[in-house]
């Protein structure tokens, strides 16, 4: 077990402010076919140098365009191509919930009807206190369930709260459901590409 000085003293100086502000991650599977999905050298460079996250300046892609040596519409043009292709998934801020107070993580786990669970998948997403929500498959007969939703609450008490919240949501929908609850964190990265 990571105790909580251990942890912190394990993140970079960003996790420990709380937000990895802006995190561009590369898309893990195979490029997709296409003359706009070619990656060249200076789609790697821009990639290499925002994969750990944007300068917390407040013109980033200006920063990001005077370490490469080209201009920040360039920069901006390059990572849209790329979004828009689907070399990089997407470009967004990552909170560490543990940092900000939120030291009550749970995966809520859901059986639901497959035939509803897009439908009711959107709905949960929606709700301000998921961080994600996805669908997975079912592994029977020990794991019914279909459905998972991160809930992030600053105690056990306000996590179970919320998940009754989805759970008068989902009504006759949910078949049952059980909570996860996270033991430590774990540093997450997606995709590194090398220099």
Request: proline letters at 6%; charged letters at 25%; aromatic letters at 6%.
């Amino acid at each position: 077990m990571i105790n909580g000085r251990q942890q912190r003293n394990a993140l970079s100086p960003r996790e420990r402010a709380g937000v990895r502000e802006n995190l561009i991650s590369p898309h893990p599977g195979l490029l997709p076919e296409g003359e706009g999905n070619k990656l060249d050298a200076t789609d790697r460079r821009i990639i290499v140098a925002t994969q750990e996250g944007l300068p917390r300046v407040s013109r980033p892609y200006h920063a990001i365009a005077e370490q490469l040596g080209i201009s920040a519409e360039e920069v901006m043009a390059r990572l849209q191509r790329m979004l828009d292709s689907g070399v990089i998934r997407r470009i967004g801020a990552v909170p560490n919930h543990y940092l900000l107070g939120y030291k009550a993580n749970g995966m809520s786990v859901w059986n639901v009807p497959d035939e509803r669970i897009r439908e009711l998948g959107q709905k949960i997403g929606e709700l301000d206190f998921v961080s994600h929500c996805y669908h997975r498959p079912r592994h029977l007969p020990g794991w019914p369930y279909n459905l998972f939703a991160m809930v992030h609450g600053r105690d056990r008490p306000e996590v179970e709260v919320k998940v009754a919240q989805i759970a008068a949501l989902l009504g006759e929908s949910d078949r049952g459901h059980t909570v996860l609850y996270s033991t430590r964190i774990l540093k997450k990265t997606g995709l590194r590409l090398g220099a």
